[in-house]
């Protein structure tokens, strides 16, 4: 159900930008700390779609790795599995540098659409 209200809040954010055009593609940035299963995102993604200016459109999900850095004694790494505790001085203090976004880049509109919805 957590993808569910993502293709709910990421299409939403679609039609704000669209303008009532037809969208083809939406790019999105997804950190992986989000947790997102890019399989049920697009299945969502697509229900929610259905009716709305973004029907049919492709959904493209660029995910982001996750980065930490250990604040006591700056080491930085690469987070596989969720353990916030540095290797070097086993320190808890982490800071999170990327790894949260969700963020919708970019959409592609095509303007002979918009032609066609617009009034006569
Ligand atoms: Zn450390």
Same mark, same amino acid.
């Given at each position: ?37 890019? %399989?049920? !995102? =697009?299945?969502?993604?697509?229900? +929610?779609?259905?009716?709305? &200016?973004? @029907? ?38 982490? %800071?999170? !540098? =990327?790894?949260?976004?969700?963020? +919708?880049?970019?959409?592609? &509109?095509? @303007? ?9």
């Amino acid at each position: 159900m957590h993808e569910l209200s993502l293709s709910s809040a990421i299409v939403d954010t679609v039609e704000r930008h669209a303008d009532g055009r037809r969208v083809t593609t939406v790019t999105m940035t997804i950190g992986s700390l989000r947790q997102v299963v890019a %399989e049920s !995102l =697009s299945f969502y993604f697509e229900i +929610v779609s259905r009716g709305r &200016v973004c @029907e049919g459109a492709t959904l493209e999900q660029n995910y982001v790795e996750a980065r930490v850095r250990c604040v006591p004694c700056d080491r930085g790494w690469t987070l596989d599995q969720p353990i916030f505790r540095c290797p070097d001085c086993g320190g808890s203090e982490i %800071e999170v !540098l =990327s790894g949260e976004e969700f963020e +919708v880049d970019s959409i592609d &509109v095509t @303007e002979e659409e918009a032609a066609c919805i617009a009034p006569r």
